[in-house]
């Protein structure tokens, strides 16, 4: 095997998953928590890193992506920091869910192709249901459980968080 100077570049970019694949031993048959170890790290799944993966465990990049793309926690796109999670079950539904993803939609210019912030603060993502029926309509923000949302509260929801972030910015 020939060295020259880009080789440590790619070893630099993957440290952190180097390290990752460590603590598990390089052991394939922890995938799951392997990936789910890495989303942790990145919020998301990205491509070359999945390569670097399926390479270093010996698995094909086929079998890799089946394991991701089956799942649905796992996110092969970037997320925000803050992923909003607007119930649509039929109680939701029923009691106005659309029109808070319509007004969340409005405040961050997101639309049906784009579910992620440019800034990657917020992500948006329309769920089946978040079991809380007897709350519609719901939105869960990170961990965070919002009962009873509408338009009106969901953008003032947001907007404490804006202001939170502008403030922790301003002082780091």
């Known amino acids: 095997m020939s060295s020259h100077n880009g080789d440590s570049l790619p070893v630099r970019k993957f440290e952190k998953v180097c390290e990752i694949l460590k603590s598990y031993n390089y052991d394939s048959t922890k995938l799951i928590p392997i990936l789910q170890t890495i989303q942790e790290e990145y919020r ?18 086929a079998k ?5 793309t089956f799942y649905a926690h796992f ?19 029923v009691k106005g869910s659309n029109p808070v993803v ?11 192709k784009k ?8 992500t948006l993502e329309k769920v089946s249901c978040l079991g809380a029926c007897g709350l519609a309509p719901v939105v869960v ?23 939170m972030e502008n403030n922790n910015a301003q002082v780091a």
């Open 102 to 112: 319509e007004a969340i939609e409005l405040k961050l210019g997101l639309n049906d």
């Open 75 to 93: 996110a092969l796109e970037p997320k925000g920091k803050y992923v909003i999670k607007v119930c649509d079950g039929t109680a939701c539904h």
């Open 141 to 163: 923000i990170n961990e965070d459980v919002y009962s009873q949302v509408n338009p009106q509260t969901i953008v003032e929801i947001i907007d404490k968080i804006i202001t």
């Open 44 to 61: 998301y799944l990205p491509e070359d890193v999945m390569i670097f993966v399926a390479s270093s465990l010996d698995i094909s990049p």
């Open 115 to 122: 579910h992620t912030t440019d800034d990657l603060l917020f």
């Open 64 to 68: 890799l992506y089946g394991v991701a």
